[in-house]
């Protein structure tokens, strides 16, 4: 029976990339990498990248890493597949290829998956019938009157533009916003040609792809259930699964690195932002992971099996990002005695001034940093605290406003309780970006979906 290796190379834009290359250079026939770049955040911050310039967009850190990467994945045969493309795949690719080029990498192939950037199109899909319903508040796009300040509207892909692009011959896919588990399922359908509605091997290619999207995360970081038994994280090597043609597959990690691969910690990524367990929606299909089975095999080395699943949705989800005003912030410590008491009193006084400055605010927040910074009102009370770091956060119309609570906060160094001290420097205020989360007919999106090959 044909097996392929896939690894994790990257869960978020600014994760480490030395794992990747590592995973390149160590494991035995390995076949595909797979970055997942992209949040829903992500797409706005690098959507306003680029109306600054033109050629940014994308996520820039795989410019550091392919100069490395490139050579080895060359040599290999190990074909890459990345969402880092961003809200500009093009000027990804555009981007890569010269690096290519001066590597003198001639016959390497980039394929790059475009359609899902829909903000030119939202009149025109909203004048055939879809009203892009918030599914948080119910409320239509076109009632929240948000024209001028949008900022991105991205449909999320599925799998099958992944695979279309490697049939292609890429030895790179550069796509925009398609779902993480995509990138590793695409790789899966084109090397077993699964049929579209075979929604159990869709299924557990998914949840191959769940388990992999975040890289270190499945081999002991972040892990909650006993992360102190996790040895070497400093040297952590990302996740690589042996997929079988049935979709069983084992998990494990980099060869010689560090972090660890247990029952423990695949159950943990495994639920990982899963809303119902049941019911995973995704474009190819609707997988049921309460049907997984986990199995350790060998020191990290887990088998999953039994994922089932049933037909996909007929749409597609569309995170639309708009501008929703600004993030004022001040800070200052106070020590040991009577900490928070001091903290307390200084946000009482700040209060007072910013009302005397006739302060305009949708929202002021105040946390006490070391005591229910995190926790809020469920946190107890400390008897004297060494420290407590006093946090006011406003979230306001304009800058202006914003700008305000840091003028109010300085004076009381001197003109507050005593042992304050500043934290960093001089905080400035950021623009907010919110998140319309929504639905679209994918008959609306899909035929959009173009795939261009470049040959260096």
């Not at 095999?297 to 597609?316: D, H, K, M």
């Not at 928070?340 to 105040?366: G, I, P, W």
């Not at 809020?376 to 305000?404: C, F, M, Q, W, Y």
């Amino acid at each position: 029976m044909k097996t392929i290796k896939i690894g994790g190379g990257q869960a978020f834009y600014g994760d480490a990339l030395g794992p990747a290359l590592e995973m390149a250079q160590r494991t035995p026939d390995l076949n595909y990498i797979a970055f997942d770049c992209l949040s829903e955040l992500t797409l706005a911050i690098l959507q306003k990248e680029k109306r600054r310039d033109p050629a940014r967009g994308f996520a820039l850190d795989m410019l550091g890493l392919m100069p490395k990467l490139l050579p080895v994945a060359r040599e290999k045969g190990i074909r890459l597949v990345t969402n880092g493309g961003g809200m500009n795949p093009l000027a990804a690719r555009d981007a890569i290829v010269a690096i290519a080029r001066k590597l003198g990498l001639n016959g390497f192939k980039i394929a790059v998956v475009s359609g899902d950037d829909i903000l030119d199109r939202l009149d025109e899909v909203m004048a055939s019938g879809c009203d892009f319903t918030n599914l948080d508040t119910g409320q239509r796009l076109a009632e929240a009157r948000l024209n001028d300040r949008l900022v991105n509207a991205n449909a999320y892909l599925g799998a099958d533009q992944v695979c279309r692009a490697l049939d292609s011959g890429a030895d790179l896919v550069i796509t925009g916003r398609v779902t993480d588990s995509a990138l590793f399922l695409g790789p899966l359908l084109h090397e077993f040609g699964w049929e579209r509605n075979d929604w159990a091997l869709l299924a557990k290619g998914i949840v191959c792809g769940h388990l992999l999207e975040c890289a270190g995360q499945v081999v002991g970081g972040n892990f909650a259930g006993g992360w102190q038994s996790v040895p070497d994280l400093d040297n952590i090597g990302y996740p690589v699964a042996e997929v079988s043609e049935d979709g069983r597959f084992i998990l494990t990690k980099t060869p010689e690195s560090g972090g660890l691969v247990s029952f423990e910690t695949v159950r943990e990524q495994l639920l990982y932002e899963v809303l119902d367990p049941s019911h995973y929606l995704t474009p190819d299909v609707d997988a049921n992971f309460t049907t997984v089975r986990l199995k350790d095999s060998g020191p990290n080395r887990v088998e999953v099996t039994g994922a089932t699943g049933q037909s996909r949705p007929e749409s597609l989800k569309v995170c639309i990002g708009y501008e929703a005003g600004w993030l004022g912030e001040a800070q200052i410590i106070y020590s040991w005695p009577d900490a928070l008491a001091k903290a307390e009193a200084a946000d009482k006084l700040l209060r007072k001034r910013l009302e005397r400055a006739n302060f305009k605010a949708q929202e002021l927040r105040t946390d006490f940093i070391g005591y229910n910074g995190l926790h809020g009102p469920l946190a107890p009370r400390p008897s004297d605290p060494n420290e407590i770091v006093l946090r006011v956060a406003a979230h306001t119309a304009d800058l202006a406003e914003a700008e305000k609570l840091f003028r109010e906060l300085v004076p009381l160094g001197l003109n507050g309780p005593p042992t304050a001290s500043g934290v960093g420097s001089r905080p400035r205020p950021r623009e907010l970006l919110a998140l319309w989360p929504t639905l679209i007919p994918r008959e609306l999106v899909e035929p959009f979906v173009k795939i261009e090959v470049t040959e260096i």
